[in-house]
């Protein structure tokens, strides 16, 4: 386990969509670690969280996330980011979508900046934020942006059970079929075992590659993707010196038994990814982006704006996120120092 006890910067937790779950999982996530950290601070309106919060938990405006360490321990420590319109749970406003933008941006440049440690994001409505004109599909491509990236950056999903990572994310299924090439699959698992071994500390990780069709093909008669897309990029991970195998058959390599032989499942689209993941473990999985010169996590869930201000909604995901991006940030931080 890395050390993360020494004095890093807080982690910037961003607000997500504000009609959303995310000001209640992180008013939980404070209750659950204001005790052990890692320390965070909250990017959004101190009013709406403390009414959000109730009488019985401090809220405490930060002017600069330095404040935040010291204070985390009695209150949960939010710098501003003022809202345009009141928050109505479960009724995402356009109007707001400024401002959840700037919180994103905000925790990066700050991160950047060296104030804070990681940026750990609350889950946005994504359609909310197309109506306002944002012309990023989500987090993972805006982030990408922000930081100038010249890749795309790499999603992936992590829990204690599986780590997943989707070749492509947010496209059509017909799109991710039809995009799918050798050349796309070896840079998303170069990307990604370059993480597990630096963000992660897996010496040699194991990569087992998905088959797009049944069967990973049935030798052609089911679909020759895998033969002639699939197989070739493992070729040249092997050749590349990564421990890649596969293709695999879909339905049977996320078992018990199955995760036991690898570090991370390679996956040829985005729910051939996430189901597995979220079907395991929804209260504990993490999205994790790879590739950033900034550590970002994320709660696997999203705005759950079906039970949006009903007091129910499991912070589980939001606690591990924020474990996890101080364990990644103390592990980069460690390495800078060697
Ligand atoms: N990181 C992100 O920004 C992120 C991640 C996933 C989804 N989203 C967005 O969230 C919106 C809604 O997505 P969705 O409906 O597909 O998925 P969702 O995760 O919001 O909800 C799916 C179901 O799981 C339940 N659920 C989710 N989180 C929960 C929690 N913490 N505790 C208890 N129950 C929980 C919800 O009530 C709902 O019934 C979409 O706009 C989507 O794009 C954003
Ligand atoms: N694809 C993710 C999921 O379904 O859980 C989610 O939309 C989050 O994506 P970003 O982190 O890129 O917003």
């Known amino acids: 386990m890395t050390d993360t006890s020494a004095a890093a910067p807080p982690l910037a937790l961003t607000m997500g969509e504000p009609a959303g779950i995310g000001g209640e999982v992180a008013v939980k996530a404070w209750q659950a670690l204001a005790a052990s950290g890692p320390a965070f601070f909250l990017l959004d309106d101190p009013a709406r969280i403390a009414a959000l919060a109730g009488p019985g938990i401090r809220i405490a405006e930060i002017a600069a996330p330095a404040e935040a360490t010291a204070l985390f321990g009695s209150a949960l420590p939010v710098l501003p980011v003022p809202l345009a319109v009141p928050v109505q749970p479960g009724r995402p406003d356009p109007a707001n979508a400024a401002a959840v933008i700037r919180s994103i941006t905000m925790a990066v440049q700050l991160t950047q900046a060296g104030q804070a440690s990681a940026v750990v994001t609350n889950p946005i409505q994504k359609a909310t934020l197309y109506e306002a004109g944002f012309p990023h599909p989500g987090h993972t491509e805006f982030l990408g942006a922000l930081v100038g990236s010249t890749a795309e950056p790499v999603m992936m ?6 780590r997943v990572v989707p070749v492509s994310i947010h496209v059509s299924l017909r799109t991710a079929i039809e995009t799918l090439t050798s050349d796309l699959i070896v840079e998303r698992s170069l990307i990604a075992h370059r993480a597990l071994c630096t963000d992660f500390g897996i010496a040699n990780p194991r990569l087992a590659v998905a088959g797009l069709n049944p069967h990973a093909g049935e030798g052609g008669a089911m679909g ?34 199955a995760r036991a032989g690898y570090d991370a499942a390679i996956c040829m689209y985005h729910d051939q990814a996430l189901i597995p993941l979220k079907t395991i473990d929804m209260d504990g999985g993490v999205n994790v ?50």
């Open 157 to 162: 999903l992590a829990s204690p059970m599986l």
């Open 224 to 257: 020759v993707e895998d033969d002639m897309i699939v197989a070739p990029a493992i070729r040249t991970l092997r050749e590349a010196g990564v421990a890649a195998s596969g293709p695999y058959p879909p339905d049977t390599m996320f078992t018990p038994r």
């Open 289 to 338: 982006t790879l590739g950033l010169p900034v550590v970002r996590t994320s709660p696997d869930h999203g705005t759950a704006l079906d039970i949006a201000g009903k007091g129910s909604a499991d912070q589980g995901s939001l606690i591990a996120a924020l474990r996890l991006a101080a364990e990644l940030a103390a592990r980069r931080a460690s390495a800078a120092q060697h």
